[in-house]
């Protein structure tokens, strides 16, 4: 199973997910004839991700719940955390804000009980999300400022361009185009930094925008 679940990792980042989902099916397949419950676990989540990038958050959530019953059976709290986290965002893709926010919280209190900092800034990220969705700009500066001091803490390149990018355009609605402009610029330099292109075009982007409205 372990084998299949690798070669559908491979396909989901380059995003093939219809072709992920069928060695996840098999990988799932297999767990369950073999009884690992763990595996059967990491598949169902796996089925999860790869259904939400199709655009399908109503049926990655039913992955993702039989994911968390499995990791609570087991006690797999770093499972769990992953499984909570995954419902969180696509609660949010399905619009229902409350539920995201509520599973994103249950996340984040596991991840930290086991110290997971990485887990922590992804949940505290989520969380952005969802107030930045509401429209909800204090609520989410807060939660992007946390999600940024763990990724630098953790030297999570990628994480910091993320929630600078983000900040900048919080900071860009609530009328600080200065603030605005240094945050751009930073996630801009470090997407660049590690070949992440699209997003640091993305990045560059805003950058021109702010120094446009800036003139």
Known sequence: GTDLSNLGNARWRLNEAGRAIRYYEQALAISKEIGDRRGEGGDLGNLGIAHGQLGNPQLAIEFFEQALT???????????????????????????????????????????????????????????????????????????EQALAIHREIGDINGVASASFNLSLLHAQQGDPAQALLLARKAAQLWGQIGNTPYAQRAQQLVAQLERQGR
């Open 70 to 144: 499995i990791d609570r059976e087991i006690s797999d709290s770093y499972g769990e955390g992953k499984d909570l986290a995954n419902l969180g965002e696509a609660y949010r893709e399905l619009g229902d804000a409350q539920q995201a926010i509520g599973v994103h919280e249950l996340a984040l209190a596991i991840h930290r009980e086991i110290g997971d900092r990485c887990g922590q800034g992804s949940d505290l990220t989520g969380l952005g999300n969802v107030y930045f969705q509401l429209g909800d700009a204090r609520p989410a500066i807060g939660y992007f």
